[in-house]
């Protein structure tokens, strides 16, 4: 039997998470050739000696010819740049987090993969976790009550990224899984962020992300500056609270069966304790482990061979970077900042 051509597929930038996308790439059947694309030889000849047979390139333009997709996991200032010249080509293109430094750039990305029919998409790839899908069902079937409020930490000793600060780095992750939890982008921002060890970059931050439909609260604290490795997201509602720890080896998700009341003397007793406190079991639900860039990197190729819109396609990665613009100047400036700001203005009348 013969075996259908695959796709060819490219990977620009082989350094943490380029040679992560080649390791999957390699093990998936829709996949024929890998492409890595990297100035620098000897992360080639390591990748080569793990994969024989992947194919190098020191830049764009010499593989560009040679390719059907490309994955972009490069540093963010190049993204738009890069993802536009494959996109020029005819190359379907998927841009690791984030998909651009501003809402302007993420647009024209956007427009220009529509003009000539390839696919974007962005690399959100905490939608792709299985644990982060429980998170929405729980949200969807309001099985947490009404939300009181939402809060995420993604805390570490580093790694200092050198062309972007803290909130670009680490803040897509978190931002991308509250949109797609709450099924929402917020309508404004709060943000705060401080530089410590570095000059030039802000190694600290916290966002406050304010949501409309659901009226809900989103907190986001992130840090290159830390001692205690930090990944969990906490939802509290006014029936259920729930944690997800994603350092967790086992039960990533823990239910509490708790919650807080008025007492009904409030107000008349005041000896007695102003609210009433619930505890109940704490619950954690099964999850089907999956590796979330292997479904993530799966489904792009499914959307380069059928055509089909991706799950994170290029206005999801846009509402991620509106976001984090508008946290930017609102640390900035001091003040609040909505997301209807960085509209153009033909969209705005």
Same mark, same amino acid.
């Given at each position: 039997?013969?075996?259908?051509?695959?796709?060819?597929v =490219?990977?620009?930038? #082989?350094?943490?998470?380029?040679?992560?996308?080649?390791?999957?790439?390699?093990?998936l059947?829709?996949?024929?050739?890998?492409a890595? &694309?990297?100035?620098?030889?000897?992360?080639?000849i390591?990748?080569?000696?793990?994969?024989?047979?992947?194919?190098?390139?020191?830049? /764009?333009?010499?593989?560009?010819?040679?390719?059907?997709?490309?994955?972009?996991?490069?540093?963010?200032?190049?993204?738009?740049?890069?993802?536009?010249?494959? &996109?020029?080509?005819?190359v379907?293109?998927?841009?690791?987090?984030?998909l651009?430094?501003?809402a302007? +750039?993420?647009?024209?990305?956007?427009?220009?993969?529509?003009?000539?029919n390839?696919?974007?998409?962005?690399?959100?790839?905490?939608?792709f976790?299985?644990a982060?899908?429980?998170?929405?069902?729980?949200? %969807?079937?309001?099985?947490l =009550?009404?939300l009181?409020y /939402?809060?995420?930490?993604?805390?570490?000793?580093?790694?200092?990224?050198?062309? #972007?600060?803290? /909130?670009? +780095?680490l803040?897509?992750h978190?931002v991308?899984?509250?949109?797609?939890?709450?099924g929402?982008?917020?309508?404004?921002?709060?943000?705060?962020?401080?530089?410590?060890?570095?000059?030039?970059l *802000?190694?600290?931050?916290?966002?406050?992300?304010?949501?409309q439909?659901?009226?809900?609260?989103?907190?986001?604290?992130v840090s290159?500056?830390?001692? #205690?490795?930090?990944?969990?997201?906490?939802?509290?509602?006014?029936?259920?609270?729930?944690?997800?720890?994603?350092?967790?080896?086992?039960?990533? &998700?823990?239910?509490?069966?708790k919650?807080?009341?008025e007492a009904?003397?409030?107000?008349?007793?005041?000896?007695?304790?102003?609210?009433?406190?619930?505890?109940?079991?704490?619950?954690?639900?099964?999850?089907?482990?999956?590796e979330?860039?292997?479904?993530?990197? %799966?489904?792009?190729?499914? #959307?380069v061979i059928? =055509?089909?819109k991706?799950?994170?396609?290029? *206005?999801?990665?846009?509402?991620?970077?509106?976001?984090?613009?508008?946290?930017?100047?609102a640390?900035? *400036?001091?003040?609040?900042?909505?997301?209807?700001? /960085?509209?153009? &203005? =033909?969209?705005?009348?």
């Open positions: 039997m013969t075996k259908a051509i695959g796709l060819r =490219g990977v620009v930038g #082989c350094g943490y998470w380029g040679s992560k996308h080649i390791r999957v790439l390699h093990a059947e829709s996949v024929d050739s890998i890595a &694309i990297d100035p620098n030889p000897d992360r080639a390591q990748l080569a000696r793990h994969y024989p047979g992947i194919e190098s390139y020191q830049d /764009l333009d010499a593989a560009l010819p040679y390719l059907d997709a490309v994955i972009i996991a490069t540093p963010p200032s190049t993204h738009k740049p890069l993802a536009l010249k494959a &996109i020029a080509a005819g379907h293109v998927m841009v690791e987090k984030p651009a430094t501003s302007a +750039d993420a647009r024209v990305m956007i427009a220009a993969a529509e003009a000539k390839v696919v974007l998409m962005v690399g959100h790839t905490f939608e976790h299985s982060v899908w429980q998170l929405r069902q729980m949200v %969807q079937n309001k099985e =009550g009404d009181y /939402l809060d995420t930490a993604r805390l570490n000793l580093g790694l200092y990224q050198n062309d #972007c600060n803290v /909130l670009f +780095d803040a897509p978190d991308s899984i509250l949109n797609f939890v709450l929402a982008k917020p309508v404004s921002v709060e943000c705060w962020s401080s530089r410590h060890a570095n000059s030039r *802000e190694d600290v931050g916290y966002l406050r992300l304010h949501y439909d659901p009226d809900v609260t989103a907190n986001v604290h290159w500056l830390d001692p #205690c490795k930090v990944r969990r997201v906490t939802m509290v509602g006014s029936q259920k609270m729930v944690i997800f720890n994603d350092l967790a080896t086992e039960e990533r &998700i823990k239910v509490h069966d919650g807080v009341s009904p003397t409030f107000g008349q007793d005041l000896t007695q304790p102003p609210m009433s406190y619930r505890y109940g079991d704490v619950v954690a639900p099964y999850l089907e482990m999956n979330p860039l292997m479904v993530e990197d %799966q489904h792009f190729t499914d #959307c059928s =055509g089909m991706p799950l994170t396609g290029g *206005e999801n990665g846009l509402g991620v970077v509106e976001v984090l613009e508008c946290a930017q100047r640390a900035t *400036e001091g003040r609040r900042v909505s997301l209807s700001e /960085l509209q153009p &203005i =033909g969209e705005l009348l």
